[in-house]
């Protein structure tokens, strides 16, 4: 008798996801002003995060910060406009803002004036903190001088410090909000397999075409997938077929 196929996944871990992605939208709204958030994936937590913003009462801007490129805003596809575009595609707002004390600045300064409007709630995803604020007396500094002044500002303003290995520095921890956004759940890995099938044969002759796995072929790829991020079962996947 053939044995049966062990599930990968349960229904707790589509639980502790949902919990996840709950915590961080209440942290949002109760204006926690700086939260930190572990996530190995950027590109994917960025895309969760703005879905979650349009979602939010009231409606949350979400901006980016990042070393090379400072402060920049998603840019809408098939707006014109003389603001200039970071290599990602992105507006940038305040080119200058490149360092992770001046990202801070933007941030307060937006929470103390609305940079772009006095009723905007703004949201600041900071790209790169792995290494900015531990061991670092000016930056620590920085941090709690942003969580004060975020805290009581006119303008709800989040900073979101993001990054792979990410945990709040001893000394602010009491002061911050903590995420640990987990890796894609059985649920994200049946779309991450039918969208890399899907770009494989788009330019491929309908002879030529990849079929979708069976079944039992299909689970034994998404278990042998799990605990890798998005951008690796992907590339898995891609080097497989």
Known sequence: MPKEVKKVETAPVRKRKDDVKARLIALIRSSVPVIYVRCPEELRFEK???QIAL???PVRLVRFHSVTCGVTEPHVKGKKDDVALSPMGERVLDGQAVTLLR????????????LEGASAPTI?????????IAGNDVALRSLRDAIRTLRSAPVKTTVIMLSPTNMPPDDARAEVGFVDWPLPDEEDRVGILASTLSAANFSRNEDRKI?????GER???????????????????????
């Open 124 to 132: 600041l995803v900071m790209r790169d903190t792995a290494r900015g």
């Open 48 to 50: 969760q995060l703005l």
């Open 211 to 215: 079929p979708a796995p069976e079944n």
């Open 103 to 114: 990202g801070l600045e933007w941030a307060m300064n937006n929470a103390r004036s609305g």
């Open 219 to 241: 689970d034994k790829i998404l278990g042998a997938c799990a605990g890798l991020t998005a951008e690796q079962m992907s590339n898995a996947i891609a080097v497989s077929i």
């Open 55 to 57: 979602k939010l009462e």
